[in-house]
């Protein structure tokens, strides 16, 4: 199996998990449409990166770019662990975002409450 093979095959679940994220965030309103297209773009362009690194490196090679030897066992691992703490940072990003949301509305409504209490006296 080649490299190139085996590096898509292992990034494509965690790529597949954001772009789920991106959606479902997006249609609970969690997120922004420009932050959903950002985060979209950016899972797709990271498959696209992956899913077109053999043809990349193999015109560079051919042209006399690079020198470099092809994509190692290591690399596969690092580029997967690479995109997984991408993934996590994300999730965690969008987390924060989330609570961030709930603590600004839950103060918003405690000024409500506070501001009517305030008026009755």
């Known amino acids: 199996m080649s490299r190139y093979l085996l590096l898509v095959l292992l990034n494509t679940p965690l790529i597949i998990l954001g772009i789920t994220n ?23 362009g990271i498959f696209a990166g992956l899913v077109f690194a053999e043809p990349i490196y193999t015109f560079l090679f051919n ?39 709930q603590v600004r509305d839950l103060h918003q409504e405690l000024s409500i409450r506070l501001s009517e209490k305030q008026n009755k006296k």
Do not use: C, H, M
Not at 70 to 78: N, T
């Open 22 to 44: 991106a959606v479902v965030a997006y249609k609970l309103d969690r997120t922004s449409r420009r932050r959903f297209i950002f985060r979209l773009v950016l899972w797709l």
């Open 63 to 101: 042209k006399g770019l690079t020198q470099t030897e092809p994509l190692s066992l290591f690399d596969v691992i690092q580029i997967t662990a690479i995109i997984l703490v991408l993934f996590l940072a994300n999730l965690a990003n969008s987390r924060v975002a989330i609570l961030e949301k």
